[in-house]
Nanobody, 118 residues
Framework: QVQLVESGGGLVQPGGYLKLACKAFGFAFNKHHMSWYRQRPGKEREFVAQILSATRATTYADSVKGRFTISRDNSESTLYLRMNNLQPEDTAVYYC???????????WGQGTQVTVSN
């Protein structure tokens, strides 16, 4: 059974950091491009970062470039997102996505809430 289970969200003060994890089950994790998306309150879901399967090349949204780092551990079938210097506008539900599974939109986790506030 294909599953993506996110963890690591929570409440953090502005300027703080969090590291999200996404554990994959039921598919060959190392063969799939993986991404993080987020949905801010009242907004559409938006792309955050992607890491390719073989080359591990990364791409970031302009809004997070230089602050967020996506990485993967294929031996643990786990995707990560290190988020530094978090700001209130980063408050969102963060989702991991596996490309190439379940159709054109890929396969999604259930999301983890990140709240940046004093």
């Amino acid at each position: 059974q294909v599953q993506l289970v996110e963890s690591g969200g929570g409440l953090v003060q502005p300027g703080g950091y969090l590291k999200l994890a996404c554990k994959a089950f039921g598919f060959a994790f190392n063969k799939h491009h993986m991404s993080w998306y987020r949905q801010r309150p009242g907004k559409e879901r938006e792309f955050v970062a992607q890491i390719l399967s073989a080359t591990r090349a990364t791409t970031y949204a302009d809004s997070v470039k230089g602050r967020f780092t996506i990485s993967r551990d294929n031996s643990e079938s786990t995707l990560y997102l290190r988020m530094n210097n978090l700001q209130p506008e980063d408050t969102a539900v963060y989702y991991c996505q596996a490309a190439g599974i379940g159709g054109p939109s890929g396969f999604w986790g259930q999301g983890t809430q990140v709240t940046v506030s004093n």
